[in-house]
């Protein structure tokens, strides 16, 4: 399942070399610029909000194609980052970046998903974070729960989501979960509200949570670049340009939200 759903298809849509060129996110949209600025803008706006800094022991998980990974790095300045993807593919292809850059002996790779960061040690991470993935786990607040136990003294978690609405979720259950759990291989367990998830994370009583919602600098500028001539007219794109169609729809009806979300965990 991974490798037909995670595969290298983002790969067509970066257009800048110096913006990086294997960005899989729906980007951060503060412009009419490339996909590649876009991509990189939502990690940083992520990396900055979590306040990532050299000092950092960093767990990535759901890294893609790894170009989020060479960020961290470059960017924050990051030489301790561990990163865990389900698929192969990707994970060959991040490897392969890694070793170009030669950084081999700062960022090391795993395969696995979110259930899979039980195997390592206590208080290894100073940073947990899930670029536009997290609806993906099994499950998002399992996934938070088992990061506590890894994180150290004044650690975080940082995340950038996507949650269904409120007015959505009022739907009959077989609609939602044919409409939004089955396209985009969410657990139906995902599928809660913003309000829902901030009430589990309250009764946990671990973190302190700050969450933004980012809807309208990802969900527009993502939907208005499949429309430019130059998309439109390239190949091997349909699976993203149907993704882009649907997001467009739920967005402009207000039945899906993304958030950037901060768990501070309370000292």
């Known amino acids: 399942m991974y490798e037909t759903l995670f595969g290298t298809d983002e790969l067509k849509l970066n257009d800048e070399d110096k913006y990086g ?14 996909y590649s600025k876009a ?20 767990l990535d998980v759901g890294f893609g194609l790894g170009e989020q990974l060479l960020l961290w790095h470059s960017f924050f300045q990051i030489n ?17 970046r890694i070793i170009q850059e030669g950084l081999s002996d700062k960022i090391v790779l ?18 947990i974070i899930a670029l536009d993935c997290a609806y993906h786990f099994d499950t998002r607040l399992k996934f938070v729960r088992d990061s506590i136990d890894l994180l150290s003294e004044g650690g975080a978690v940082g995340m950038i989501d996507i949650f269904p609405t409120e007015k959505i979720l009022k739907w ?18 995902n599928l809660i509200s913003i309000r829902e998830f901030e009430k589990e994370i309250e009764n946990i009583k ?28 390239k190949s091997g794109l349909k699976k993203m340009k149907i993704t882009s169609m649907v997001l467009r729809y739920l967005h402009n009806r207000d039945y899906i939200r993304a958030f950037k979300i901060i768990l501070n965990k309370r000292i």
């Not at 991509?39 to 960093?58: P, Y």
């Not at 990802?218 to 001539?229: A, E, I, L, T």
């Open 39 to 58: 991509g990189r803008n939502l990690a940083i706006e992520l990396g900055k909000s979590l306040k990532l800094s050299k000092k950092d022991r960093v």
């Open 110 to 127: 795993n395969s696995g998903n979110s259930r899979d960061i039980i195997q390592f040690d206590s208080n290894k991470f100073d940073k």
């Open 21 to 34: 060129l294997s960005w899989a996110n729906l980007g951060f949209w503060d412009g009419n610029h490339s």
């Open 206 to 233: 671990i973190f302190k949570p700050e969450i933004t919602d980012i809807s309208n600098n990802v969900f527009p500028g993502f939907c208005d670049y499949f429309n430019r001539k130059i998309i439109k007219d």
């Open 172 to 189: 009959p259950q077989k609609i939602i979960k044919s409409m939004i759990a089955k396209f985009f291989h969410i657990n139906k367990k």
């Open 80 to 96: 301790s980052i561990v990163g865990i993807n389900p698929s192969n593919i990707q994970n060959d292809y991040a490897q392969s």
